[in-house]
């Protein structure tokens, strides 16, 4: 089991920018390909992006591609989420996950470990 604490989330107004961190604790965090989710109130938890455990691979959602950037250290056991050109649309809190394996990357089901979320909230 691995250990996840997200921080830097907030308000901000729209266009601004946000980027979101996650520690990681208690195994080896490369062994682990890392996901960002999102839940909005009312609505499913939503994958946003993943990357994969070396971080040569990143993945996204449509909703957020071009927009979010995913990356990782793997000295430092966190990964990032650049949120950049927010909309009120990406209010939502926003959770870290971990998942073992190499298949799959972006269903909720698929990982096993979770942070407790951190609020975004963008106003117009």
């Known amino acids: 089991q691995v250990q996840l604490v997200e921080s830097g989330g907030g308000l901000v107004q729209a266009g601004g920018s946000l980027r979101l961190s996650c520690a990681a604790s208690?195994?080896?965090?490369?062994?682990?390909?890392m996901g960002w989710f999102r839940q909005a109130p009312g609505k499913e938890r939503e994958f946003v992006a993943a990357?994969?455990?070396?971080?040569?691979?990143?993945y996204y959602a449509d909703s957020v591609k071009g927009q979010f950037t995913i990356s990782r250290d793997n000295a430092k056991n966190t990964v990032y989420l650049q949120m950049n050109s927010l909309k009120p649309e990406d209010t939502a809190v926003y959770y870290c996950?971990?998942?073992?394996?190499?298949?799959?990357?972006?269903?909720?089901?698929?990982?096993?470990?979770w942070g407790q979320g951190t609020q975004v909230t963008v106003s117009s």
């Open positions: 990357i994969s455990r070396s971080g040569g691979s990143t």
């Open positions: 208690g195994r080896t965090f490369s062994n682990y390909l």
């Open positions: 996950a971990a998942k073992m394996g190499v298949s799959g990357y972006s269903r909720v089901q698929q990982y096993g470990d």
